[in-house]
């Protein structure tokens, strides 16, 4: 009779299922506090927009929904401390009263906020400061706001060079106009842009007895200063700079409170 050998079956490697378990629960606990912190910080940001929004109506100023974002990674430990590097705050379409009978405009006044300081009491309840060492703002305004600010019917100023440049239409007698182009002098003096034309030259200029002086006359016309309309967080002009686009403004400020209590 023949011998039967049974076939042995293959040994179960013991040891990496459990591996296997405590990697999947790890890499679960991972995803989970990835959220945690994720919906921390969505949370926090809702709360510093509504009180950015205040603030800006507070100013009397007008703006789209504030875009906050607070910068860093993980938020939970910056939240822990209370002390955040950098806060975001974009304010789109942004508009304030310039005390002329005009409102300044923007179409972004972007803020960013360093060394926060905010407790988690004040993002859980809504009440108590947040303070900035910190704050610098940009914002770009249009030359076409620019131009009627000197009061002037027909003038228009642009960039060029890294310079603002203006030109107008200007009537010598009732019958003869001649067009004038110069360069424009722009600078930040406590809180006000002023602008002031130079070399202002006219093209086909005719020979006629005191037309210079008219121009040199009108061209003083075209100076003008207006004041720059109070900003949230205390921000006040630090730095002009003329770009294609318009007139880019930065502003700044230290120990800035972005919010206070019980807004």
Do not use: C, H, W
């Not at 005009?102 to 859980?124: E, K, N």
């Not at 910190?134 to 009061?151: F, H, M, R």
């Not at 004038?180 to 005719?206: I, M």
């Amino acid at each position: 009779m023949a011998e039967v050998y049974g076939s042995e079956r293959p040994r179960r490697r013991r040891g990496r299922a459990p591996f296997f378990v405590v990697l999947s629960l790890l890499l679960i606990l991972l995803v989970g506090l990835v959220v945690v912190d994720r919906v921390g910080a969505s949370f926090a940001e809702n709360v510093l927009a509504e009180k950015v929004s205040q603030e800006v109506a507070n100013q009397k100023a007008t703006s789209g929904p504030p875009q906050v974002t607070i910068a860093g990674v993980p938020f939970l430990t910056q939240v822990l401390a209370g002390e955040y590097k950098e806060i975001r705050i974009e304010l789109p379409d942004f508009s304030a009263p310039a005390g002329t009978g005009q409102d300044v405009r923007m179409d972004l006044l972007d803020i960013r906020a360093r060394d926060v300081s905010a407790p988690l009491s004040a993002l859980r309840s809504g009440q108590g400061a947040v303070v900035a060492g910190s704050v610098t703002g940009t914002g770009t305004i249009g030359y076409d706001l620019l131009a009627s600010a000197t009061g002037q019917e027909g003038v228009t100023l642009a960039e060029k060079d890294g310079k603002v440049v203006g030109s107008a239409k200007f009537k010598i007698t009732q019958t003869q106009s001649v067009d004038l182009s110069g360069t424009a002098e722009v600078k930040a003096a406590d809180g006000k842009v002023q602008v002031r034309f130079t070399d202002v030259t006219a093209r086909d200029l005719p020979n006629i007895p005191g037309a210079q002086s008219q121009i040199n006359a009108f061209a003083q016309q075209m100076a003008f200063e207006f004041k720059v309309p109070k900003l949230p967080m205390n921000l006040v002009v630090q730095e002009l700079k003329p770009l294609p686009e318009g007139l880019r403004v930065t502003f700044g400020a230290s120990d800035v409170t972005l919010a206070a209590g019980g807004v």
